[in-house]
Nanobody
Framework: QVQLVESGGGLVQAGGSLRLSCAAS????????MGWYRQAPGKQRELVAT???????NYADSVKGRFTISRDNAKNTVYLQMNSLQPEDTAVYYC???????????????WGQGTQVTVSS
């Protein structure tokens, strides 16, 4: 069984910073893409950032220059450093990872439980 466990959310004032972490555990043969989505109240879930294995990161236009995604492959962990936070960044942030559980398995997407980020003005 694969689990993704997130941490690092909370309440911060506008202009502040937070760092989210998401660790994958369980039966894991390999991980390709890892990333973050977010969902604000009344809005659709939107992609924030992705980082493939050994590839270039991608960001939503709304977070470019403020957020940085990174991963530690040895720890099966992805991070999201969020700087210059604004009230419009308030949302539940979900991590995801594309994981194969055995050498013959296809890659499937797994999700974290979500962590709340609230930015006050």
């Amino acid at each position: 069984q694969v689990q993704l466990v997130e941490s690092g959310g909370g309440l911060v004032q506008a202009g502040g910073s937070l760092r989210l972490s998401c660790a994958a555990s369980g039966r894991i043969f390999g991980i390709s893409v890892m990333g973050w989505y977010r969902q604000a109240p009344g809005k659709q879930r939107e992609l924030v950032a992705t980082v493939p294995t050994g590839g270039n990161s991608n960001y939503a236009d709304s977070v470019k220059g403020r957020f940085t995604i990174s991963r530690d492959n040895a720890k099966n962990t992805v991070y999201l450093q969020m700087n210059s936070l604004q009230p419009e960044d308030t949302a539940v942030y979900y991590c995801y990872a594309s994981i194969a559980v055995t050498i013959v398995s296809t890659y499937k997407t797994y999700w974290g439980q979500g962590t709340q980020v609230t930015v006050s003005s």
